[in-house]
């Protein structure tokens, strides 16, 4: 209890500044619940993501509000196993830092984006999709070299909307690590 009074007043103590730098970073998402499809089988997409922000939308404020850009490729493994698939796509989405310290952000996003899925599912037609993300982290700087640590959750939903059927979606939880590096102020 005292440890936690303690990093909660170090956190208040320290002096907060916008971290208002545009960056690039590369991310793996491992699947931490993976739906059960109505075939019986577990859905397990594993995501290598690029990350690019490129506007602050709050610079010279206290916090900040990126809009984001994020191409994902995206191995999709079954349990019991069975043949390997593949979704691909790119994410536009808003990613919001609140600033705790001059080298911690706490981040939350939201994004969606068109996705192609390789896998016919009783659940979800293959083709053309859409990805829902929903995302809460942390993004530290790593000294003065312009280097971060992302660490995240995130909640994704896929589905093509109206575009075939069937349609029912399908959803995963994921954690979310990487690197980003800033390249401008």
Not at 154 to 161: G, P, T, V
Request: glycine share 10%.
């Amino acid at each position: 209890m005292r440890l936690t009074i303690f990093t909660l007043l170090l956190f208040l103590s320290i002096k907060t500044t916008a971290q208002t730098a545009r960056s690039v970073g590369i991310h793996l998402g491992i699947p931490i619940i993976h739906e059960t499809l109505k075939e019986g089988r577990k859905y397990k997409p594993y995501q290598l993501l690029f990350y690019y922000n490129f506007t602050n939308l709050l610079k010279g404020k206290k916090n900040d509000l990126f809009i984001y850009l994020e191409p994902q490729l995206v191995w999709v493994h079954f349990s019991p196993k069975g043949k390997k698939e593949w979704e691909f796509g790119s994410n536009l989405g808003f990613e919001y830092r609140l600033n705790v310290s001059e080298n911690t952000a706490l981040t939350a996003a939201i994004g969606s984006g068109p996705h192609y899925i390789t896998v016919e599912t009783k659940q979800q037609h293959r083709g053309f999709i859409f990805s829902d993300n929903f995302t809460a982290g942390l993004h530290q700087k790593l000294g003065g070299n312009g280097l971060n640590l992302d660490l995240k959750c995130r909640f994704r939903h896929i589905s093509n909307l109206i575009f075939g059927e069937p349609n029912l979606g399908i959803d995963s939880w994921f954690v979310i690590a990487g690197f980003s590096k800033d390249i401008a102020k």
